[in-house]
Structures are given as structure tokens and as C-alpha cells.
């Protein structure tokens, strides 16, 4: 099992900053893929962005050039840096983690959520 801790969510005006945490814990063994979607009400979820082990990244379109994605690797954490937000990025983000086990079973983890609200 892989525990996931997100943090850093919250309320912020337009052209704010926000940056989220999330923190994989357990056994972990080797993380490939780190990532964060998010979700709107009544939308499906969707990317945010997603960076490799290697460093690789990708970005939705929609947050190119505002948001960029980290990685520590020593700390088995992704963390995600928004800035400029807009209202339209307002919704629950959640991390997510691709990985292999110590018997080299394929696995992927979700974080449990965390809220972001952006208005005046």
C-alpha cells in the first residue's frame, strides 16, 4: 500500500499563488509517473499535469506557462506551483502516483483531494 498526503490547497483571488504538496509514504519501492488532475463540479476529471521520474513533464494547455510541476525524488513528493490562477481553475485537485511494488507489480494511487477556490 501507498499512502498519499496532499496539502496546500485553499482560497485565493484571482492572480494568486498556490502551491500544492503531496507526500507518497509506504511501500513505495520504485515511482515512475507523479501528477496532479483535477475536478470540477459536474466535470470530468482531467490532467494537470504530470512529470516523470526522469524530470519529463506535461502540462494541460490550459495552465501552460502559470503552473509548473516538481518533483523531489529523495522525498518521494510532487508538488505543484499555480500561479496567475483564474476562477476557472477552481476545483479539487488530487494527486496521483504510478509506480512498480518489490515484486515488480504495476500500481497507481490517488490522493484524497484537496480544494481550490479562486475569487475575489
Known amino acids: 500500500q501507498v499512502q498519499l498526503v496532499e496539502s496546500g490547497g485553499g482560497l485565493v483571488q484571482p492572480g494568486g499563488s498556490l502551491r500544492l504538496s503531496c507526500a507518497a509514504s509506504?511501500?513505495?519501492?520504485?515511482?515512475?509517473?507523479m501528477g496532479w488532475y483535477r475536478q470540477s463540479p459536474g466535470m470530468q476529471r482531467e490532467l494537470v499535469a504530470t512529470t516523470t521520474s526522469g524530470g519529463r513533464t506535461n502540462y494541460a494547455d490550459s495552465v501552460k506557462g502559470r503552473f509548473t510541476i516538481s518533483r523531489d525524488n529523495a522525498k518521494n513528493t510532487v508538488y505543484l506551483q499555480m500561479n496567475s490562477l483564474k476562477p476557472e481553475d477552481t476545483a479539487v485537485y488530487y494527486c496521483?502516483?504510478?509506480?512498480?511494488?518489490?515484486?515488480?507489480?504495476?500500481?497507481?494511487?490517488w490522493g484524497q483531494g484537496t480544494q481550490v477556490t479562486v475569487s475575489s
Open positions: 509506504g511501500s513505495i519501492f520504485r515511482l515512475s509517473a
Open positions: 496521483n502516483v504510478e509506480g512498480v511494488s518489490s515484486t515488480y507489480v504495476r500500481y497507481e494511487y
